[in-house]
């Protein structure tokens, strides 16, 4: 088979071609750490190096109809493979003092800036927002910047310089190169596997599904993602030899989403961020809990089929998609099967996926008008952090009575698990204070959680029987 050896991108309006074999930069470098080497991209900064600052946040341009959709992302969780086809932008592409773009002008003028440290990682998100086609009001500004970090400046004229850049559009120098760059991204090639072999590590990039599914037969160890927000953790902080890699974040067969039969699906390579939008109308118990997942630097690059296949206890998304009666499409070189994410876990990080089988897509079946669907997300802080204790209900009632419940809880078991007990306990029964309470005792039993730094075992049973009150309460007022 015929294969790419190298990767190219755009960067400083010029096509840049990479051979890891000569270049010095392993498939695991990230694009945080490849920009620092250069001489003139130093604005992006290295802080957390987790996703957590923003410090390090771009923007990448990529062909969606033969027009530039931008992103903001965070550099630290891309390995620099993943670039390939794609516009790299960051601080000192949008201008200098002389010089300065709309954006920068506004943080200048807002006073916006301090000590600078984390100014490059606000502008690159500021100016994703100013690129996109749709109005941006203010809860939309406070969202894109709910990833980026500053402790001397204070958010308030960096709130008010974001407000004024985007409500004061005009056309930049993007606008102006747009169809050279486009031109030049077309000219990048995508018919052919890119396959980067170096002395220590394979890292593979399918264009095909086809490709993929081939890879997965031919290495089964390998190691899968499409975002990398979770794996690249693996080799930042714990300074982990990933050996094999095979990245399906080009494979654009998997990222799709549609409507049928009353039935919504997204493809595997999805990311969290499209998924988060797609479902504000339909799936609001997802929409509203993708709101305090992550970031949105990291929803940006963040796939379903990642978040589902990491089979994370702290997933966000997981309680939410079992307490949905999701199905998760699964396929390997021969076939495709469809099996119940509720079934799908079964242990910690551990899954029914067979070792040649990638996770294609997940269909969702939109729930009725007579039932009640509530997510929850207890963290040590609103936005941008990891769960302590999650949950999502789902409840049909018939004349006051539980006709039928589905109750799944992250961060209270080894995987997201189901309280089975407590639903038996609930089940036909009136929907009363009295009995929820009743029924709240059985959590203890459905559940015996770890204590860890987050949350001692305890607290974490106080929460989840909270929570079950809490949709009670809020149930209620909804039926």
């Known amino acids: 088979m015929s294969e790419l050896k190298t990767i190219s991108f755009v960067l400083d309006g010029e096509i840049t071609e990479i051979d890891f074999n000569k270049s010095g930069y392993s ?19 290295e802080g957390c190096g987790e996703g957590d600052c923003g410090a390090c946040t771009v923007v ?19 390995f620099l493979p993943s670039v390939h086809g794609k516009q790299v932008i960051t601080a000192e592409n949008l201008g200098n003092s002389g010089n300065m773009h709309p954006v920068q002008q506004a943080m200048y003028d807002f006073d916006g800036s301090q000590c600078g440290f984390c100014t490059p990682g606000f502008v690159m998100s500021i100016f994703a927002l100013y690129k996109q086609e749709y109005e941006v009001d203010k809860e939309e500004i406070n969202d894109a910047l709910t990833g980026n970090l500053c402790r001397c400046t204070g958010y308030k004229p960096i709130l008010d310089a974001a407000e004024f850049a985007c409500k004061n559009k005009e056309d930049d120098h993007f606008c102006e190169c747009e169809a050279g760059i486009v031109k030049m991204l077309k000219s990048v090639r995508r018919d052919k596997t890119i396959s980067i072999i170096t002395d220590r590590q394979k890292y593979y990039i399918p264009f095909s599904k086809a490709e993929a599914l081939r890879l997965r037969k031919d290495f089964p160890q390998a190691v899968l993602l499409t975002g990398s927000t979770d794996v690249a953790l693996r080799v930042t902080k714990k300074h982990e030899l990933i050996p094999e890699i095979i990245d399906l974040s080009q494979v654009n067969e998997y990222n799709y989403t549609k409507t049928e039969n009353n039935i919504i699906s997204f493809g595997s390579n999805f990311s969290m961020e499209d998924v988060r939008r797609q479902s504000k109308e339909t799936l609001l118990a997802l929409y509203e809990m993708l709101g305090v997942f992550g970031s949105r630097q990291i929803r940006n690059r963040a796939s379903l089929g990642g978040n589902i296949g990491s089979a ?7 309680p939410v998609l079992m307490a949905y009666d999701a199905e998760v499409e699964l396929e390997n070189h021969k076939e495709k099967r469809t099996v119940k994410l509720r079934d799908f876990i079964t242990g910690y990080r551990t899954t029914i996926c067979a070792a040649d089988e990638l996770i294609s897509g ?18 040590k802080r609103k936005d941008l952090d990891i769960s302590t204790v999650s949950a999502c209900f789902s409840l049909k009632l018939n004349d006051g009575k539980v006709e039928d419940i589905a109750i799944f809880y992250g961060g209270m078991a080894a995987w997201t698990k189901r309280a089975s007990k407590t639903e038996a306990a609930l089940k036909g029964k009136e929907w009363s204070r009295v009995n929820v309470e009743v029924a709240m005792k059985q959590l203890e039993e459905d559940y015996k959680p770890i204590a860890d730094a987050r949350s001692g075992e305890k607290a974490r049973n106080i929460m989840a029987a909270n929570l079950l009150l809490k949709f009670w309460s809020e149930s209620r007022r909804s039926a």
């Open 27 to 45: 498939p695991t470098t990230t694009l945080l750490q490849y920009l620092r080497s250069l001489p003139d991209h130093k604005g992006v900064k």
């Open 312 to 318: 994370s206890p702290i997933g966000d998304s997981l």
């Open 60 to 78: 990448m341009g990529e062909l969606r109809q033969d027009k530039i959709e931008y992103r903001a992302y965070d550099s630290c969780l891309i």
């Open 362 to 379: 997940v269909n969702i079946s939109l729930p009725g008008k007579d039932r009640i669907v509530k997510s929850y997300k207890i963290s």
